[in-house]
Nanobody
Framework: QVQLVESGGGLVQAGGSLRLSCAAS????????MGWFRQAPGKEREFVAT????????SYTDSVKGRFAISRDNAKNTVSLQMNSLKPEDTAVYFC?????????????????WGQGTQVTVSS
């Protein structure tokens, strides 16, 4: 079965950095668009970033542009999210997402597979 396993979350001070990784198995990774979403307590899950099947296109939500960078390694079936200049409002559970598509993910409704999530906490 399909598995998306996130790692790399944790507690960091404001202004710090974290790198999230997601290891995928059970799917044809190179034919999937990948993405990251996050969900803060009491809020809906929101889109953070997405990367096309070959890494040629990326897209970010406005609040993380210039601070976060998504990348993928199709040889290792992994997708990563480098998060710099973290802010307390970035605190959330971060989810890896996959869609069997050659486009980009823009909505949670489009996602075919989800990871279990990893907690990111940014202290002020």
């Amino acid at each position: 079965q399909v598995q998306l396993v996130e790692s790399g979350g944790g507690l960091v001070q404001a202004g710090g950095s974290l790198r999230l990784s997601c290891a995928a198995s059970g799917l044809t990774f190179s034919r999937c668009v990948m993405g990251w979403f996050r969900q803060a307590p009491g809020k809906e899950r929101e889109f953070v970033a997405t990367i096309s099947w070959n890494g040629g296109r990326t897209s970010y939500t406005d609040s993380v542009k210039g601070r976060f960078a998504i990348s993928r390694d199709n040889a290792k079936n992994t997708v990563s999210l480098q998060m710099n200049s973290l802010k307390p409002e970035d605190t959330a559970v971060y989810f890896c997402a996959a869609e069997s598509s050659f486009g980009l993910i823009s909505s949670a409704r489009e996602v075919d597979y989800w990871g279990q999530g990893t907690q990111v906490t940014v202290s002020s």
